[in-house]
C-alpha cells in the first residue's frame, strides 16, 4: 500500500507502526520480510526451548522479534483449553520503537544515528565507528552491534522504501494487519477505538504501550496493544529516556570545575602572599 508522503511532510507528521498484538498469529512472516528486504543476516535456527521462539529477543541482526508467551488463562470471552486446562498464546511482533526522545541520538559521537524527515531513527552503519554508547542507552534494549563488522544496527522502517511511497516491508507482509503502518497521529486514532473493542469482548487487561506523548521517552513511533502487562511481554513498564538527566549532571559538573579553579586560586594567591 502506497501513501502520501508529499501531504504527510508538508504537514509536518510523523509516520509509525501500530502493531495490534491480540491479531497477531504468530507466523514470523513480519521477521522474514524484514531480513529479506534489509539484507539482515541470519542469526541462527537454534532451539531455545521458549515455545516457538528462536530470535529470543532483538538485535543487531533481529529487527523484528515475534514473541510466543503461553499462558494457562483464558482470553476475554473465549473458550480455548487444552484438555481440562484453560490456554492462551500471546503473541507480539516487537521492533524498535523511534522514540521521541532517543537517547541513542544523545549518545552517538559521530552522528551515525539521525532523525529521519519521516520522525525515525535511522543507523549509518558505513558512519559508525562502534563505540557501542548507543546500545546501553536505548532504555528498551533494541539496539546491538554486529559481531562481523562490530557496529550498531537496528530497524530503520526500511526507510528506503519509505523514500519511494511504500510502507515497511513488515507491514506490507502481515497476513493479519497486526502490524499498521501511517500517519502516527491517526494510528493513535485507531488504536483507541480497537481497544474499546478488545475490552468489550471480554479482554479487560489489554492496554496500548508507548502511545501515549507524555511518557518517559515522550511516545513512540512504534506502540502496541498489549493483551497483559508490558512485563510479560519483555517490555519496561515505565521507560524512562536514559539522557534525561544529562543536562543537570554537565551543569553540576560545571559548578563544580569553577569551584575547584576557585580554590586552586585563592590557595596559589595566599602561597604567593
Not at 507528521?13 to 504468530?26: L, N, Q
Not at 552522528?111 to 529521519?116: D, E, I, K, P, Q
Not at 494487519?177 to 477505538?193: K, P, T, V, Y
Request: charged share 25%; net charge negative.
Amino acid at each position: 500500500m502506497a501513501f502520501d508522503l508529499d501531504e504527510r511532510l508538508d504537514e509536518g507528521r510523523r509516520v509509525g507502526f501500530f502493531t495490534d498484538t491480540s491479531i497477531c498469529i504468530g507466523c514470523k512472516a513480519c521477521e522474514v520480510a524484514c531480513k529479506e528486504w534489509n539484507h539482515v543476516p541470519d542469526d541462527g535456527l537454534n532451539f531455545t526451548g521458549w515455545s516457538y521462539d528462536n530470535t529470543v529477543k532483538l538485535s543487531a541482526d533481529t529487527w523484528r522479534h515475534v514473541a510466543f508467551v503461553e499462558q494457562r488463562k483464558p482470553l476475554g470471552h473465549q473458550e480455548p483449553g487444552v484438555g481440562d486446562l484453560d490456554f492462551r498464546w500471546l503473541m507480539a511482533s516487537d521492533v524498535c520503537k523511534h522514540c521521541t526522545h532517543a537517547a541513542c541520538l544523545d549518545v552517538c559521537p559521530t552522528g551515525s544515528l539521525f532523525r529521519t524527515e519521516f520522525g525515525t531513527v535511522v543507523v549509518q552503519e558505513d558512519v559508525c565507528n562502534g563505540c557501542g554508547y548507543c546500545v546501553p542507552a536505548c532504555p528498551f534494549g533494541v539496539i546491538g552491534k554486529r559481531e562481523t563488522s562490530g557496529t550498531a544496527a537496528k530497524c530503520t522502517m526500511c526507510y528506503d522504501r519509505l523514500g519511494a511511497g511504500e510502507e515497511p516491508a513488515c507491514a506490507k507482509t502481515c497476513p493479519t494487519d497486526s502490524i499498521q503502518f501511517g500517519d502516527l497521529d491517526e494510528l493513535r486514532e485507531r488504536a483507541e477505538r480497537r481497544l474499546e473493542q478488545v475490552r468489550a469482548a471480554g479482554a479487560a487487561s489489554a492496554r496500548l504501550y508507548g502511545h501515549d506523548p507524555d511518557d518517559g521517552v515522550g511516545g513512540t513511533g512504534a506502540f502496541f496493544l498489549l493483551l497483559d502487562e508490558p512485563e510479560v511481554y519483555g517490555l519496561p513498564p515505565d521507560p524512562v529516556v536514559t539522557t534525561r538527566d544529562l543536562p543537570s549532571m554537565w551543569r553540576h559538573v560545571g559548578v563544580a570545575a569553577v569551584a575547584l579553579l576557585a580554590g586552586l586560586a585563592a590557595t596559589a594567591w595566599r602561597r604567593k602572599r
